[in-house]
């Protein structure tokens, strides 16, 4: 029997700002050794490689984004069957945590293809740490509805289970719409209840705060247009 392929979950910087240095030596030798790699946009690859020093004339791209079908995985299921190995570099942070991957790992698993997920960063992990809300217990519930009544019945949603679990509530928005996710949480939750807002995290621009959102009634945190997360605890 040919032995099978690997699957490798490669980490790439949280955007262009953010020092090639958060990746692990790891994550450079998998990319030397890889047939094919995944990427969420061939233009962000590239460039995200050429900093890392591994760019590689010879190794084909293919797509493997958030509009990728069940059926879009199959051609890369049979490469790695057949004994290739194969990469999956998402545009910022680690693949398979808010960012494609996921899905093609499971069919990994269920055919006996080996599954390597590689250290590096991940706004998510790296949010909670840094909150001081506790990793313990914690759930990321990615983004918000956009309809105001439907994000604001989910805000309270979240705080009440940060409350009655005590479990960090993790969620996004599109940076575009950030100020108005902000104001839509101090203006519905409880004053004792804890907000954290991170933002820009690993770059030399990082903001991360937490305080009761009765403190942040009186202040604006300067995310207009800049990737973020918000943290609710208790």
Not at 57 to 73: C, I, Q
Request: charged share 30%.
């Amino acid at each position: 029997m040919q032995e099978r392929g690997t699957l490798f979950l490669i980490p790439s910087p949280l955007g262009d700002r953010a020092p090639v240095d958060t990746l692990p030596d790891a994550a450079r030798r998998a990319i030397g050794r890889l047939d094919l790699l995944l990427v969420e946009s061939e233009r962000s690859a590239r460039r995200h490689l050429a900093r890392l020093g591994a760019a590689r004339a010879d190794l084909p791209l293919g797509e493997l984004s958030e509009h990728s079908r069940t059926a879009d995985l199959e051609p890369y299921l049979e490469e790695l069957e057949r004994g290739k190995s194969v990469g999956v570099m998402s545009d910022a942070g680690s693949p398979g945590i808010a960012d494609p991957g996921a899905e093609l790992a499971r069919r990994c698993h269920e055919r006996g293809i080996r599954v390597v997920a590689l250290p590096g960063p991940s706004s998510v992990t790296l949010a909670v740490m840094a909150s001081g809300l506790g990793g313990q217990r914690f759930a990321f519930s990615g983004y918000l509805p956009v309809e105001r009544e439907a994000r604001i019945r989910r805000i309270r949603e979240l705080e009440a289970r940060a409350r009655s679990r005590r479990e960090t509530q993790v969620f996004m928005e599109t940076p575009y719409r950030n100020l108005k996710l902000f104001a839509d949480i101090v203006e519905t939750c409880r004053p004792d209840t804890a907000l954290c807002v991170a933002c820009d995290l690993t770059t030399e621009d990082e903001y991360v705060r937490t305080w009761p959102v009765s403190r942040w009634r009186a202040e604006t945190p300067p995310i207009h247009k800049r990737p973020a997360l918000f943290l609710l605890g208790a």
